[in-house]
C-alpha cells in the first residue's frame, strides 16, 4: 500500500469519491475542534501568556522604580532647598558696580576701627578675569592698599577683610617692620572685590591677562 504522499492527483481524486458525507462531516468538525483549541487553548498558553507575563514583570519594574524615586524625591528637595539658599546668599555677597565705589571707604574705615592707618590706596594695574562660565557671572575688581599698624592690628583688619559682607578675598599681605616705629609696621594688602560685571565687561582673557583658577 502506497503512503498518502506518493499518491497521484487522480489516486487522490478517487479516494475522495470513494469517502461518504458522515466522514466529511467528522473531518470537518475534528478540523474545527484542533482550530478552536489552538485558538483558544494554545495560543494563550503559549504565545499571549509569556506576552502578557513580560508586561506585568516590566509594568512590577516600573512601580518598583517609582517608589524608589518617591522615597529620595524628600531628599532632594531638601537639598534644593539647602544649594537654592546657599546659592542666593552668595549672590547678594557679591559687589555691584555701584557698591564697589564705596569700596575704599569702607576698607578705611574698617583700619580706623582696627587701629590701623591707610597710607596709600589705588587700583590694581593687573587685569584678570576668570575662565568660562564664571566670568560671565563674576568679575575680579583689585586694589592696593599701604597701610601701617601693630603686628596683631593689621591681623585683625585681615581678618575683618576676609569676614566681610560682601566678597573681598586678600590675594597677598606683605609685611615691613618700620626702623621709625618698630611696633607700627607698614604692610601692602592686595585685595579682590567679587563683582558682577556689566554686559559689555563680559570677555575671555586676552593676552597678557590672567585667568583666575577656581
Known sequence: ???????????VIEFAKRVDKKTWVAVAIGSVVFFLVIVFLVFPAWIERPLLRRDVESMQAQIRQVNALSQKRAGWEKDEKILGALIEKTRVRVFTQDELGLLLGQVSKKASESRVDVLASKPMTEQTVFPAPYGAKYQPSGYEFTVQGGYHDIAYLASRIEGNEKLLRIQSLRIVASEKSPERHITGLKIWAFVVPPPSAVKAPAAGEKSVKQ
Open 1 to 11: 500500500m502506497k503512503m498518502p504522499n506518493q499518491w497521484t492527483t487522480g489516486e
